[in-house]
Antibody, heavy 123, light 108 residues
Framework: VQLVESGGGLVKPGGSLRLSCAAS???????????MIWIRQAPGEGLEWVSH????????YYADSVKGRFTISRDNAKNSLYLQMNSLRAEDTAIYYC??????????????WGRGATVTVSS | EIVLTQSPGTLSLSPGERATLSCRAS???????LAWYQQKPGQAPRILIY???SRAPGIPDRFSGSGSGTDFTLTISRLEPEDFAVYYC?????????FGQGTKLEIK
């Protein structure tokens, strides 16, 4: 099982960026059977939940720090997860990890993680 | 929102010793959805424990989790050199996730 993030980079404050996460190697269950999540880690800091969505895409959830600025989406036909980030701020600078939310019995724990995409917001 | 507080912030031990890491929640959560992750420098986190006490596949049995309500513990029975890393607890509830701030386990 592999998750590969892309789309990170340097962007000016107020700018936009779209992260992608390509999933492969899911066995037994498919990508469309899993909740997916974005988690970020600012330089030298701990982990912070950003957003997650249900398997069907009907449920979208956001941390207060990104609500109204970030949009999570998925394309189950392409086995891909996305994070559209608008109105970026310096405090959004972080490594952004895509992760799979495990099915039972993992109960909302993240059992597979990507290597992360680096987002730097600076003028 | 439930706040998770991990202690100590840094733990200095030697290989072969026992490590006890604490994660305390600001309020009790009865669903038991607490997980522990290990993160090494330059790497993504990896899951160790889910549902407070279940070891993830491939995790050595020297790692164990316990606790309920507001107090949870990750124990490493005999430290190996590869265990020195940062450890995070995480909970899920009310459609949101929270993480503890992490405990750095360093070689003494």
């Amino acid at each position: 099982v592999q998750l590969v993030e892309s789309g990170g980079g340097l962007v000016k404050p107020g700018g936009s960026l779209r992260l992608s996460c390509a999933a492969s190697g899911f066995s037994g269950f498919s990508f469309s059977d899993y909740f997916m999540i974005w988690i970020r880690q600012a330089p030298g800091e701990g982990l912070e939940w950003v957003s997650h969505m249900t398997d069907s895409g009907s449920g979208l959830y956001y941390a207060d720090s990104v609500k109204g600025r970030f949009t999570i989406s998925r394309d189950n036909a392409k086995n891909s997860l996305y994070l559209q980030m608008n109105s970026l701020r310096a405090e959004d600078t972080a490594i952004y990890y895509c992760a799979r939310v495990g099915r039972f019995p993992y109960n909302y724990a993240m059992d597979v993680w990507g290597r992360g995409a680096t987002v730097t917001v600076s003028s | 929102e439930i706040v998770l507080t991990q202690s100590p912030g840094t733990l200095s031990l030697s290989p072969g010793e026992r490590a006890t890491l604490s994660c305390r929640a600001s309020q009790s959560f009865t669903n038991g959805f607490l997980a522990w992750y290990q993160q090494k420098p330059g790497q993504a986190p990896r899951i160790l424990i889910y549902d407070a006490s279940s070891r993830a596949p491939g995790i050595p049995d020297r790692f164990s989790g316990s606790g309920s309500g507001t107090d949870f513990t990750l124990t490493i029975s005999r430290l190996e050199p590869e265990d020195f890393a940062v450890y995070y607890c995480q909970q899920y509830g009310s459609s949101s996730y929270t993480f503890g701030q992490g405990t750095k386990l360093e070689i003494k």
